[in-house]
């Protein structure tokens, strides 16, 4: 776990970029519904349900892997693959409707071979759930 100066614990550091970026750019809003794609380990997740307020019961922040992640307050989570068949339709359902903002900080598993890693990163930058 990553432990912010301001004593604020998150599961990676990446939630500071997160965090930053919805400084800048007003991101969340009170009662929202985030889906965070490729989710673990859930320091996006984390910070989304703060922001939103969804341990409190306003908004809803869905969590989706194929990576299991510790259950973290104001989120529900789901272990499988977004572009699996019907998983669409299971986020929409989790949140009650559409998502507001879709967040995903998800790389394609790397070879080292660069061609074959380019065409991973496109595959998964253009897939539509």
């Known amino acids: 776990m990553w432990r912010a100066p301001s004593a604020r614990v998150f599961r990676a550091r990446a939630a500071f ?21 490729g989710a673990a380990p859930g320091g996006w997740s984390q910070v989304a349900a703060q ?14 892997d194929r990576l299991e992640m510790a259950p973290t307050p104001g989120v529900e989570f789901i272990r499988r693959d977004f572009l699996g068949p019907g998983a669409g339709d299971e986020i929409k359902a989790l949140l009650g409707g559409s998502a507001d903002v879709v967040l995903s900080d998800m790389a394609a598993n ?10 991973r990163v496109m595959a998964l930058a253009e897939a539509r759930g």
Not at 18 to 32: C, M, P, R, V
Not at 110 to 119: E, N, Q, S
């Open 110 to 119: 790397a070879t080292g071979h660069r061609p074959t890693d380019h065409l």
């Open 51 to 64: 922001r939103i307020g969804s341990a409190q019961g306003r908004g809803k922040v869905v969590a989706v």
């Open 17 to 37: 970029k997160l965090i930053e970026i919805d400084e800048k750019y007003h991101l969340f809003k009170s009662g929202a519904r985030v889906v965070d794609l």
